[in-house]
T-cell receptor, first 113, second 112 residues
Framework: DAEITQSPRHKITETGRQVTLACHQTWNHNNMFWYRQDLGHGLRLIHYSYGVQDTNKGEVSDGYSVSRSNTEDLPLTLESAASSQTSVYFC????????????FGPGTRLTVL | TQLLEQSPQFLSIQEGENLTVYCNSSSVFSSLQWYRQEPGEGPVLLVTVVTGGEVKKLKRLTFQFGDARKDSSLHITAAQPGDTGLYLCAPTGGTSYGKLTFGQGTILTVHP
């Protein structure tokens, strides 16, 4: 069955380190999204991609970057982790703008000490 | 940017009770989606409402889209512990270009 996976599921890192969170989908979806979820703020969009080589900034993109070298993967990189980036991160994918159902991964809990 | 408000923020009820949660905005939605997120998991789509005044039913869940397409409600009949979770609404369609902007959600706890 098609699915969307995230790794690692839990990560503890130190301030200033570079961290990469992986997202892999086997739906063959064009659209992929990264969100962070914090108490009091709900889910906020970090970056998104509409296809290979396409990336766009979302609502809270500062300190994060993504790259899309193939259809299946959209890794999220924290260039220099900060304590304010402690959060739960969700990756999602959707087939197209018209078919707007987003399928979410299980999430990565990141703690920055 | 449209302001999206969900209420109540928290809801704690006993099994068998009915409840309604709301999603309101100052803007008109092209369409709106409701998701449910269970603890430790990602959100899962429940329904998409598209037409003003539309009512959709999913077993014990009834979703209604306001006539003016600026609000929506989710009514659960005879709630069960399995309904526990975070209920999120998000406008979609139109100029969202496939992106979702979620409300803060309603955290529902159903006690046995």
């Amino acid at each position: 069955d098609a699915e969307i996976t995230q790794s690692p599921r839990h990560k503890i890192t130190e301030t200033g380190r570079q961290v990469t969170l992986a997202c892999h989908q086997t739906w063959n979806h064009n659209n992929m999204f990264w969100y962070r979820q914090d108490l009091g703020h709900g889910l906020r969009l970090i970056h998104y991609s509409y296809g290979v080589q396409d990336t766009n900034k979302g609502e809270v993109s500062d300190g994060y970057s993504v790259s899309r070298s193939n259809t299946e993967d959209l890794p999220l990189t924290l260039e220099s982790a900060a304590s304010s980036q402690t959060s739960v991160y969700f990756c999602a994918s959707s087939e197209s703008w018209a078919k707007g159902t987003q399928y979410f991964g299980p999430g990565t809990r990141l703690t920055v000490l | 940017t449209q302001l999206l408000e969900q209420s109540p923020q928290f809801l704690s009820i006993q099994e068998g009770e009915n409840l309604t949660v709301y999603c309101n905005s100052s803007s008109v939605f092209s369409s709106l989606q409701w998701y449910r997120q269970e603890p430790g998991e990602g959100p899962v789509l429940l329904v998409t409402v598209v037409t003003g005044g539309e009512v959709k039913k999913l077993k014990r869940l009834t979703f209604q889209f306001g006539d003016a397409r600026k609000d929506s409600s989710l009514h659960i009949t005879a709630a069960q512990p399995g309904d526990t979770g975070l209920y999120l609404c998000a406008p979609t369609g139109g100029t969202s270009y496939g992106k979702l902007t979620f409300g803060q959600g309603t955290i529902l706890t159903v006690h046995p």
